[in-house]
């Protein structure tokens, strides 16, 4: 075998160096990750699929919710926050061809600066739109999805926003200022509720666990440096108390723990990818019926923030 020539031998040594250097760099740099969104417009897709596992941990069927939304800069009550326009939504039930939700093509709505209005509605998304929601055929959809195209926009707005973006409570993105701290999330064990019109009753809820953010590195995505941050739920919990007709009251409860990781620029401050993993444990009970139903429900999210052609072409 041949050995190296002494040039390569200082290539080797530099390079080394360089490397060490880097990652020291970086180790005791001091980041700001709280800083303000630039005002332009954002593009994003999103694909959530919900995967139903039989009770000897067989896959039984998958569920894909696909989502494009954009962030207009334009449209908000004044100049300093816009509003989001979805473009359109997509399903697919199990083997079912896609399905369109016409009524959500460009849906424009804002964002409560304080998560929740005060009518109690999350977002301060008004749940009227979903609760008896329609497909491109004039169907009404079944119960359990037109919840999940509802909460597909929770989830949008949690990961990019809440979960992306300072806030003055403490507890946010904006305490990581250098690589491997952690910090527990003002939202730990706030419990939202779920409730979406007569079907789903008020009472139904979903609490977080403990919330923890821990700022992993760096990356690049979109070509732009990004700030690797990952979350984690922990344990968290959920009642659903749903009345598909008069009289007939079904109740799950059960647990869940989601985590994932966030790209997000250090050039505009704006999330540039995001996954999400989530394992879900219910227990139904039926009225009439001493035996409960149980199921497990495997979610993975992956949000993108791509080019306006993209969006367009999609």
């Not at 008020?202 to 990356?219: A, D, H, P, R, T």
Request: negative net charge; charged residues 20%; aromatic residues 10%.
């Amino acid at each position: 075998m041949k050995k190296p020539g002494i040039l390569m031998v200082i290539v080797l040594a530099a390079s080394c160096a360089g490397n060490l250097h880097s990652q020291d760099y970086l180790t005791g740099r001091v980041f700001d990750l709280g800083g303000p969104l630039t005002q332009e417009p954002q593009y994003f897709s999103m694909t959530s699929r919900l995967t139903s596992f039989s009770q000897d941990g067989r896959p039984e069927s998958t569920d894909t919710y696909e989502l494009l939304i954009m962030y207009d800069p334009s449209s908000g009550p004044d100049s300093t926050a816009g509003e989001y326009r979805c473009r359109q939504f997509r399903l697919s039930i199990g083997d079912s061809v896609e399905l369109e939700l016409p009524v959500l093509a460009g849906w424009l709505h804002g964002l409560h600066p304080e998560g929740m209005d005060s009518t109690g509605r999350v977002f301060g998304i008004d749940h009227s739109l979903f609760e008896n929601i329609k497909d491109q055929n004039s169907d009404i959809l079944p119960l359990d999805k037109r919840y999940h195209v509802y909460n597909t926009f929770i989830d949008f707005h949690s990961l990019t926003s809440i979960f992306a973006l300072p806030s003055s409570e403490g507890g946010s993105i904006r305490d990581l200022t250098s690589i491997g701290q952690k910090t527990v999330h003002y939202a730990s064990f706030s419990k939202p509720p779920t409730n979406l019109g007569a079907a789903i009753c008020e009472g139904s809820f979903f609490q977080n666990g403990q919330i923890v953010l821990e700022f992993k590195g760096m990356s690049m995505y979109n070509g732009r440096q990004c700030a690797l941050i990952g979350f984690d739920s922990g344990e968290s919990t959920f009642t659903m108390i749903l009345q598909p007709v008069p009289n007939f009251t079904v109740t799950s409860t059960g647990r869940s723990r989601y985590r994932g990781d966030i790209y997000k620029s250090l050039g505009n401050n704006w999330v540039q990818k995001v996954t999400m993993y989530e394992t879900v444990i219910s227990a139904t009970a039926m009225p009439a019926t001493p035996e409960k139903i149980y199921s497990v429900v495997e979610r993975e999210i992956v949000i993108t923030n791509i080019s306006k052609k993209e969006f367009h072409k999609r």
